[in-house]
């Protein structure tokens, strides 16, 4: 069970990432270091480059919401794996499992919906993060 240990590091691992990537969207989505994620997502919902001043504060608004949510889901993760999933116990496997393929299945299905195809292949991404641990690991909680 050697592997497993390494599993539940990576998990926290990520754990770690969401937490700081949420605080990051939270605190720093209207500046340029965010410009990644808004050259993505802004010409899908605005004709224009510049954004009006009541479109920008929805945005961040929306943006700050959205990262205090997903920092909220990452400190949730670190729990699970530091508790449940750490001791083998099988509410956390599954936890994790079924949490994540709610979130996968309706994040990116609207996000194909409303053609943002940036966050459908960043979904994704982030899916495989947790895929594979929950995969390899999968046996230890049985």
């Not at 449940?84 to 116990?89: E, F, I, L, Q, T």
Request: overall charge positive; aromatic content about 24%.
């Amino acid at each position: 069970m050697k592997h497993f240990n390494f599993w539940q590091k990576w998990l926290l691992a990520v754990g770690i990432l969401i937490s700081v990537f949420g605080v990051f969207m939270a605190f720093f989505n209207q500046t340029p270091i965010f410009d990644i994620f808004n050259n993505q997502i802004n010409p899908v919902f605005w004709d224009s480059d510049a954004l009006s001043t009541a479109s920008q504060n929805y945005q961040g608004w929306m943006y700050a919401v959205w990262g205090s949510t997903i920092a909220g889901w990452g400190v949730m993760v670190i729990f699970i794996v530091q508790a449940g999933y750490k001791n083998k116990m099988r509410w956390a496997w599954n936890a994790l499992a079924w949490g994540l393929t709610l979130w996968y299945l309706l994040d990116t299905g609207f996000s194909l919906y409303y053609g943002v195809i940036f966050n459908v292949f960043f979904n994704s991404g982030l899916l495989l993060l947790f895929a594979l641990p929950l995969a390899f690991t999968r046996e230890a909680f049985k």
